[in-house]
């Protein structure tokens, strides 16, 4: 009994902080925070995934899949870089979306490779596969969880409850799936794509630091002064 | 017999699990899926392989037990037998709360040491109920200038801690350095008894064949380690286990069974063969 009090202790979830005020940001003088992630140096060679094991996997590629740990675009930028605003906010609470933040498992990949949510936002995760997965979200703040989603199953629905970046999501079946997450307390954060590029928007002026957290080269930080309904630009530069 | 040849295949399945990272593909337990045969693909495959393995271990012990209590007349080795299958029963449920908590390091390592421990304890019951160790062995006085009692059982327990270092450094709960530092301590200790057992006990055949699989089962090991090293720091950067890394490290968990079981085979022999002068 005992042990398991324990044990269920470890896996609790943080409370979230006391009630804040509701977040109030002027439309007529937010502006919009925005930049681009550049790599320097020789891309390194991802190793490709060998998905023999499991061919249900293996018959819906048609061509070899690639790890996604460095993913360096045609215009050297570096893809999935998580980048949000890490201070300088006032302390509030800020909407949460409506929409779901969808974590799509499609070809034992999952999609997105990262991913950002809000604090309290639904995690919608869907398998359509033809395979069995399981999720397992190995959170360190948040209340960690493994389980299973059967192929073409109802849509899982999670929520966190603090900020939390990032931790990886993996899948034991599938030991080559992982994903990120980053769980923002704010609506200011973003992850890059193919042109590497990112944009926050609807940012009430002020200085802030931005910080950008990828999940091989790991954090880097600067900082912007946003004018009323300005424009603040910012560069982050990794490298192997 | 039986027994313990399935336990040393539960051992290598429980390292397959953990070298294939399949340690969570099944999330439920006792169940599997919600089901007693859930379709072996991926990890499932290494973990519910690893389920029905154990089942088979749980049956076989059930019936060691009861044919020990019904035949033994040796009252301590009907408590070995209670033991053995107290054992396998912690076995079961430690692996499946570490699956259910999501593998604490704690847990994790117990259940990979204890697996150690019990296999050695099935190789015991083999030698304790076989014909040979009802026969009169052949006994030598202990030469006092070469005491081999405390030192059997000093590898016996030097043995098991460098396991219990490994399995905690597999679940991540010690780096592998002091494993890997562990190493020549224990490798010269098993040489120290192994070469004096050798030396001045060489005549008795039993223990100079134990002597002799120590030392072969151990050097084995040794190799086999560095090899699951150096395997581990080429595919650092591996998406998902690589095959190689997988068999080097799982005969190491396996050979580390045999060297354990070797040890503590030892250590029964010189009991039953070397008494201690008066």
Redesign the interface.
Same mark, same amino acid.
Do not use: F, K
């Given at each position: 009994m005992a042990?398991a009090l324990l044990?269920a202790a470890?896996?609790s979830a943080p409370k979230p902080e006391a009630s804040l005020p509701p977040a109030h940001t002027d439309p007529a003088t937010a502006g919009i925070v925005s930049g681009r992630v550049l790599f320097q140096g020789d891309a390194p060679k991802?190793?490709q995934?060998?998905m023999s094991?499991?061919p249900?996997?293996e018959r819906q590629h048609h061509a070899p899949q690639y790890?996604e740990?460095v993913v360096v675009n045609k215009n050297g930028t570096l893809r999935n870089v998580f980048v949000r605003i890490k201070d300088g906010l006032p302390k509030a609470q800020w909407p949460v979306p409506a929409k779901s933040a969808v974590l799509d498992q499609n070809g034992c990949v999952y999609e997105p490779h990262v991913l950002g949510i809000m604090e309290g936002q639904d995690l919608e995760i869907v398998n359509n596969d033809p395979?069995?997965h399981?999720v397992?979200a190995e959170c360190q703040i948040n209340a960690?969880?493994?389980?299973?989603q059967?192929p073409r199953a109802e849509h899982k629905f999670k929520k966190f409850t603090a900020e939390e970046i990032l931790f990886p999501v993996t899948?034991?079946?599938?030991?080559?799936m992982?994903s990120y997450i980053g769980v923002s307390a704010h609506p200011f954060f973003a992850v890059t794509g193919d042109d590497g590029s990112f944009s926050l928007k609807g940012v009430p002026p002020g200085t802030y630091t931005i910080e950008a957290v990828h999940e091989k080269y790991g954090r880097k930080e600067g900082k912007v002064t946003l004018a009323p309904s300005g424009t603040a630009t910012i560069e982050f530069t990794y490298g192997s | 017999m039986v027994l313990a040849f399935c336990t040393l295949l539960l051992v290598v399945a429980g390292g397959l699990v953990t070298s294939?990272?399949?340690? @969570?593909?099944?999330?439920?337990w006792p169940l599997s899926?919600g089901k007693l045969m859930?379709?072996m693909?991926?990890?499932?495959?290494y973990?519910h392989g690893h389920r029905m393995v154990a089942t088979t271990v749980g049956i076989f012990t059930i019936i060691s037990m009861v044919w020990i209590l019904r035949v033994e007349k040796r009252r301590w080795m009907r408590w070995l037998g209670v033991v053995a299958l107290i054992a396998v029963i912690v076995q079961g449920v430690l692996g499946g709360?570490t699956v259910i908590? @999501?593998l604490?390091w704690w847990i994790s390592s117990s259940h990979a040491a204890l697996a150690q421990l019990f296999f050695s304890t099935t190789v015991a019951i083999v030698m304790f109920t076989s014909d040979w160790w009802l026969r009169k062995p052949a006994v030598m006085t202990e030469n006092p200038r070469f005491p081999i009692h405390g030192l059997s059982l000093a590898a016996a327990l030097c043995v098991l801690g460098q396991l219990a270092l490994g399995a905690a450094a597999r679940h991540k709960a010690i780096g592998s350095i002091y494993h890997i530092c562990g190493s020549p301590l224990v490798t010269g200790v098993v040489l120290w008894i192994s070469l004096r057992i050798l030396l001045h006990y060489a005549e008795n055949r039993e223990l100079r064949r134990g002597a002799l699989t120590l030392i072969g089962v151990t050097f084995t090991q040794v190799f086999l380690g560095i090899a699951a090293f150096m395997s581990r720091i080429a595919y650092a950067?591996?998406?998902?286990?690589m095959p190689l890394m997988v068999t080097f490290t799982v005969l190491h968990v396996a050979v580390g069974a045999l060297t354990l079981a070797a040890s503590v085979a030892l250590a029964i022999l010189v009991r039953r063969n070397a008494v201690t002068a008066t």
């Open positions: 042990l044990l470890c896996g991802m190793p995934i060998d094991s499991n249900n996997c790890a740990t395979v069995n399981n397992h960690a969880w493994n389980e299973s059967p899948c034991s079946v599938h030991p080559w992982r | 294939r990272d399949a340690g @969570l593909s099944v999330p439920d899926y859930p379709p693909e991926g990890g499932i495959l973990e709360l908590y @999501l604490p950067d591996a998406v998902q286990p």
